[in-house]
Nanobody, 125 residues
Framework: QVQLVESGGGLVQAGDSLRLSCAASGRTFSVYAMGWFRQAPGKGREFVAH????????YYADSVKGRFTISRDNAKSTVYLQMNSLKPEDTAVYYC??????????????????WGRGTQVTVSS
């Protein structure tokens, strides 16, 4: 069992930056690939970014590529999402999750087991 707690969300203006954190419980954090997803009001959950267990491999949604950076600190059992040049369309609840079904694409939420409760990011124009 892994518990995840996201933090760092807030209300910002377009062009600003935020850094989200996702703290995980458990001693085997480094073996898990992790992902960030988001869900805007009235929309489905959308893939944002993925990072391998070692942190050596990352993937991003086209909509955030070049603006967002995913990273992790396995010593702190924490994964981060640095979000720069934020846009109003980035407004959503952001979730981190543990990917265990590696045969399912990293961008598919069905490949992830444990989810946090999310943190709200609101970007005003």
């Amino acid at each position: 069992q892994v518990q995840l707690v996201e933090s760092g969300g807030g209300l910002v203006q377009a062009g600003d930056s935020l850094r989200l954190s996702c703290a995980a419980s458990g001693r085997t954090f480094s073996v898990y690939a992790m992902g960030w997803f988001r869900q805007a009001p009235g929309k489905g959950r959308e893939f944002v970014a993925h990072i391998s267990g070692s942190g050596g491999s990352t993937y991003y949604a086209d909509s955030v590529k070049g603006r967002f950076t995913i990273s992790r600190d396995n010593a702190k059992s924490t994964v981060y999402l640095q979000m720069n040049s934020l846009k109003p369309e980035d407004t959503a609840v952001y979730y981190c999750a543990v990917r265990r079904r590696l045969h399912i694409s990293y961008s598919n939420a069905n490949g992830y087991d444990y989810w946090g409760r999310g943190t709200q990011v609101t970007v005003s124009s």
